[in-house]
């Protein structure tokens, strides 16, 4: 997705969501091409993406591109988003936020200087107007545009950028995470007020992307003394971005009002307000009955009414897969807890979860696919020779008897050392998905002699012990791209600090690839590197891969100008026609 509706971090968080985000400068990169699976692919579901949505033919889609400029659309109405988790702070390179922090803030309220084409995978500025990377990869210039300022009407100038990379990098603010991706800038040479030029220590194949995605951040409004000031921001957010922030109602949702000193092309939409509502079944209601406008569907939501016509009359059903952002679901296993330690049992774990059920019968999307590592399965990051593990409870319980699980008092519950096999099962409360994947995951063990426990907790409480490693398992998802680079999550320089590594995976030679891949250039003998490191993940089991799948959304169908782009959706390009506005 464009920079203007995505994050940076990638991190994206989660989520979950992102995933979201992050956001998702921490996934950008610097590609000049797709291969050729990957292009088919994307552009036979965007093609698809604007049958569903426009219902035109090729012809009038032609001419509607042709008029765009002519007749951007009406302004006015408002976007009402559903949101399943409330954000714990809207400051979205804090180590405390979380998808939906990314979701509000990146693009609408904070801008950086780099954003992506929609559709060509090449960067283009935003608050930059001009930028280039030395043949070696260690210089990086950006020169920013005249004409930009925040929302408060103060020009935005590189001592705004110094301090937005000074305070990301500044070890005493909580942002560990996204700080490693710039632990190789040696220095920055501030040329003027326009002007700044970046100096790696080392080569790193997507520091033009992570600069120029860095939030920009008004230092006449941010500057602090103490870092723990920073740390403890929560709301009010100041950016440049299209958006200003209204307010922030705890329980119940965050409004967005345009920001009518915005220094480029307004949206034609006027507010966005993003509702708070945990229960899925509440959600959706919400949808039918017009208090809300945009939802993410589950997967069994979205099975039973995208084929629902009368739902559809009044809702687009959006299915895509956004090359940018399409994400994974996974299961991790807590290293530090001693059912774990051993990769036997991981991989155990992995036989005992039939994947191809969930598939078909949980998320009940055809085009959805087991992944078997944490790289977008259509880019070359991914090795296309490794398949899933299969669902095998035989094999399972070969592997726990080999690794010295066995039940030894005839309780029923295998144990070693004198400890039961007994484990916590940590899910995002109110979730369809993760309590079905999380009962079906308990059913199974418990016929090897696991018992498993499952722990709910509603999301704000879920994502502290999470970033804590307070629990022996969990499921989450990240958010995805093209090109990405494992470091965060993976690398074992991020199990401590509050790092992204938060399953403790520990593997020399893992790290040893990660490191010399992030200084390749050579894309082809980079992602050879990352195929043997997608090896390593895949013999050693610390995730659970569970599925990857299209993006789904529903959309209120009085929202016109819907474009599936190959990076996804932008919802800054939507307007609502004047004689069908809701809200005045």
């Known amino acids: 997705m464009n920079g203007r509706s995505s994050g940076i ?3 994206f968080l989660f989520v979950l969501l992102s995933v979201l985000v992050l956001l998702q400068v921490l996934s950008m990169i610097q590609a000049d091409r797709l291969y050729e699976r990957l292009d088919g692919l994307v552009r036979t579901a965007a093609e698809e993406g604007r049958r569903l949505v426009a219902g035109t033919s090729a012809n009038e889609k032609e001419q509607k591109a042709q008029t765009a400029e002519e007749y951007p659309g009406d302004e006015g109405d408002w976007l009402v988003w559903h949101l399943s988790g409330e954000p714990t702070t809207l400051y979205a390179f804090l180590e405390t936020a979380t998808w939906p922090s990314r979701w509000i803030t990146s693009g609408n309220i904070f801008e950086s200087m780099l954003e992506y084409e929609p559709d060509a995978f090449e960067f283009r500025g935003r608050l930059a107007e001009d930028f280039s990377i030395s043949a070696d990869g260690l210089e990086i210039y950006f020169k920013l545009r005249n004409d930009i300022h925040f929302s408060d009407g103060e020009p935005i100038t590189t001592d705004d950028v110094v301090f937005s990379f000074e305070t990301i990098t500044n070890p005493g603010v909580d942002c ?16 003027n007020d326009k002007e700044i030029k970046f100096y790696m220590k080392k080569v790193y194949f997507l520091s033009l992307g992570f600069l120029g995605g860095i939030p920009i951040y008004p230092e006449h409004i941010y500057k602090f003394d103490d870092p723990a000031e920073f740390n403890k921001l929560r709301t009010n957010p100041i950016g440049s971005g299209p ?18 000193n915005y220094w480029s092309r307004k949206p034609k939409i006027k507010k966005i307000i993003y509702k708070f509502i ?35 009359k009044k809702f687009y059903c959006l299915s895509y897969w956004a090359a940018g952002n399409t994400g994974y679901f996974w299961i991790g296993w807590n290293q530090k807890q001693p059912f774990f330690t051993d990769k036997r049992v991981r991989l155990a774990m992995t036989h005992l979860v039939d994947r191809e059920a969930i598939r078909k019968h949980i998320l009940r999307n055809p085009d959805a696919q087991i992944p078997t590592g944490p790289f977008y399965i259509y880019g070359p990051q991914s090795d296309p020779n490794i398949k899933p593990w299969p669902y095998d409870p035989e094999r399972a319980k070969q592997l726990l008897d080999e690794a010295g699980w066995v039940d030894s008092d005839g309780d029923g519950i295998r144990d070693k050392d004198g400890v039961p096999f007994r484990f916590k099962y940590m899910i995002s409360s109110g979730i369809f998905l993760h309590e079905h994947i999380a009962k079906l995951v308990k059913d199974e063990a418990a016929k090897v002699g696991i018992d498993v426990i499952l722990e709910p907790y509603e999301w704000s409480i879920f994502s502290e012990r999470v970033v804590d490693r307070n629990f022996d398992a969990l499921s989450m998802a990240w958010g995805g ?30 790290d040893a690839i990660i490191e010399k891949a992030r200084r390749t250039l050579d894309k082809d003998k980079r992602n050879a590197l990352y195929h043997k490191f997608h090896r390593i993940l895949h013999e050693e089991q610390p995730y659970t891969f569970i599925y990857t799948k299209p993006e789904n959304r529903f959309l209120d169908r009085r929202f016109e100008n819907v474009i599936i782009h190959k990076l996804g959706i932008d919802e800054h390009e939507w307007y609502v026609p004047r004689e069908k506005q809701k809200y005045k």
């Open 481 to 510: 791209g093209v090109e990405s680079d494992p470091y965060q999550i993976w690398h074992s320089s991020q199990i401590e600090k509050r790092g992204s590594n938060f399953i403790g995976f520990n593997n020399p030679k893992a």
């Open 278 to 312: 945990t229960n899925d079944i509440a959600a959706l209601q919400a949808l039918q009955s017009g208090e809300v406008d945009y939802l993410r569907p589950t997967p069994d939501q979205f099975g039973e009414k995208s084929k629902d016509e009368e739902f559809k």
């Open 9 to 11: 971090v990638t991190f």
């Open 243 to 260: 958006y200003v922030f209204e307010k922030w109602d705890i329980g119940s949702g965050v409004v967005l009002n345009r920001n009518v």
């Open 176 to 191: 560990a995470s996204y700080a490693n991706y710039f632990r190789d800038i040696e220095r920055y040479e501030r040329i």
